[in-house]
């Protein structure tokens, strides 16, 4: 099944009405796009720049349920969180994996009074630290929630002697160190499209196509525009599902109704590339109180450490990018846990912004916030015809699931129509049947080499792919193929599969949301020059369009990740 942009979006225009019109590819948006299309539902989903390009993909990495949400009483969401993480690392598998999280704690008794007024007041008031007796109420009540029948270990509490034996670098002033589970998501962006994916196999009538942006309404529906060629055209439906974000107004205005549903806040963080930091972390995600209240987290993945993250209000007209204050915060924040470890500019290898679709909260600080989400519902006339909308307010990355089949159930109901089947514990994407230790993936590996691809090469595959790794490999076996120059982790006929299957509109989403070559600093002059070979013909660019992909991709690299692409000089050959 041949699922590129432009075979999409022809797709659309050759059938211009669906029973829903989800507008929104952020992880919420597929999600319910994948639910539907399970229930049989006509349904088709445009989004206006790339999947996951929004709040989605500017996460902190984490799938958690939330143990701070717990001082704001929202016992509900995070019961959801904790049922949704632990079902995420079964049936993702692949992306979502178990994250030891460590609290360094500095004080005994701090912040039992200041507790129950943030409680009942959702306020910060003056600052004091939490102690031991606080966080350890706080983790023995996370447990309750999120024991799993016993999979989950529960918390742990040491001592100095035995944290800085583990952790040498902390401050030297620790009183105790604090363990606890979580989950994280190391490519969210692959994740979305293994969710969208699985929509569109499981009901070949579903559509979705990125680059299309809902621009405004005609007599009887949405007037859509193709964003890579301009294009315009109506699209009708009986329900239209508003899966926008922190963009949720702007999208009601331009479909012809005023809302004041949505009140964002910016989230920024740094990628560093600093070995001695890493080996610090030994292993385990930092996760502490900053000394102005902000809960924020310095977190090794792989060969690099993700620090983040801000919580600010923001203009969200304007583009979401990490400010020279707030990398001076992250390093501030650093040195608060790691005294010794100096980290400057030249660590950075990537940074990223992103607005979380918060409800209005007027007075309310950000922090405190809620991250629930809650689901409003309008009638609107157009052109003679009744169609209901459906607006999505906040929602998190770890209760997707939930939410979307919330946000189905919700539209199914507009229908009159009812649900078949669940998603719940429904294997995602290459998540069926992925190897469940070192040993299984190893074994899996070994048994998936096949002339042409090595070890290293199918371990790559594996760990961007999950599972369906072995039906990428099968496509690459049938054409010719070349390893890039500048990276052993792309092939010339990998970027082919891209192109026909994950719908690639522009150079810059192979290097940010196929790969993580992005993140981790891995951009290079002669990687651009070999990518944009690579996907010119396959895209129909000519050597002026070439040149724009690579300015493009070097532009949104610079204003929007804070990277300046390495010269091919500094390549080691």
């Known amino acids: 099944m041949t699922t590129s942009t432009r075979a999409m979006v022809q797709k659309l225009r050759d059938n211009p009405r669906a029973s829903v019109l989800i507008i929104g590819g952020g992880i919420n948006g597929v999600g319910t796009f994948r639910d539907l299309a399970l229930q049989g539902i006509d349904v088709a989903l445009v989004e206006r720049g790339d999947y996951c390009q929004g709040a989605s993909g500017a996460s902190s990495h984490m799938i958690h349920g939330g143990i701070r949400y717990l001082e704001n009483g929202e016992f509900r969401l995070v019961r959801e969180s904790v049922i949704e993480r632990n079902a995420l690392m079964k049936i993702a598998p692949h992306y979502v994996k178990p994250l030891q999280t460590t609290i360094p704690i500095y004080t005994t008794f701090s912040g039992i009074l200041s507790a129950p007024m943030r409680f009942l007041t959702h306020k910060q008031g003056k600052q004091v630290e939490r102690g ?74 579903a559509r979705a196509a990125n680059y299309v942006s809902a621009i405004g309404r005609t007599e ?11 294009e315009t055209f109506g699209f009708q439906a009986d329900v239209v599902v508003n899966a926008t974000g922190a963009w949720t107004d702007g999208t009601n205005a331009v479909l012809g109704t005023e809302t004041l549903f949505m009140g964002g806040t910016k989230g920024s963080h740094i990628v560093l590339d600093h070995p001695e930091l890493l080996k610090a972390c030994n292993g385990t995600e930092i996760f502490f109180e900053h000394v102005d209240g902000r809960i924020v987290l310095i977190y090794p993945m792989g060969d690099r450490v993700l620090v983040g993250t801000t919580d600010i209000d923001v203009d969200i007209n304007e583009q979401a990018v990490c400010t020279d204050e707030e990398i001076d915060y992250f390093f501030e924040l650093i040195g608060h846990v790691f005294p010794d470890i100096k980290v400057s500019q030249d660590h950075i290898v990537y940074s990223f912004s ?3 679709p918060l409800p209005r909260h007027d007075d309310t600080q950000p922090g405190f916030v809620s991250r629930d989400y809650r689901i409003e519902k309008r009638e609107e006339q157009l052109g003679g015809r009744s169609v209901t909308t459906l607006s999505l307010v906040g929602g998190k990355w770890t209760t997707f699931r939930a939410l979307s089949e919330h946000l189905a159930d919700d539209t199914l109901a507009a229908l009159g129509a009812t649900r078949k089947t669940s998603t719940a514990g429904v294997a995602i994407g290459g998540g069926k049947d992925f190897p469940t230790d070192e040993a299984a993936e190893q074994e899996w590996i070994r048994k998936t080499v096949r002339p042409g691809f090595d070890e290293a090469r199918v371990r790559v595959l594996l760990t961007r792919y999950g599972t369906r790794a072995k039906d990428v490999i099968q496509y690459l076996t049938e054409g010719p193929d070349r390893i890039f120059i500048s990276t052993k982790e792309v092939s010339t006929r990998e970027c082919a599969y891209m192109v026909e299957h994950e719908q690639v509109g522009h150079l810059i989403d192979v290097l940010i949301r196929r790969t993580s070559l992005a993140f981790r600093g891995l951009v ?3 990687l651009l020059a070999e990518l944009a070979e690579t996907l010119a013909p396959l895209l129909g660019w000519d050597a002026a369009k070439s040149a724009a992909e690579i300015e493009l991709a070097e532009k949104v690299l610079a204003e929007a990740h804070r990277v300046h692409v390495r010269s091919t000089k500094s390549l080691v050959q």
């Open 524 to 526: 290079s002059e002669k």
């Open 132 to 205: 031991a007796v606080l966080i350890k109420a706080g983790l023995t009540m996370y447990d309750f929630f999120s024991r799993d029948g016993g999979n989950v270990p529960r918390h742990s509490f040491v001592g100095r002697k035995k944290a800085l034996a583990a952790m040498p670098e902390l401050r030297k002033d620790i009183k105790y160190a604090a363990t606890y589970f979580d989950a994280s998501v190391h490519n969210p962006e692959r994740l979305t499209l293994d969710v969208l994916r699985d929509g569109q196999l499981a009901n070949p009538a």
């Open 220 to 230: 009887d529906g949405v007037l859509l525009r193709d964003e890579l060629t301009g």
């Open 354 to 356: 992103g607005v979380r």
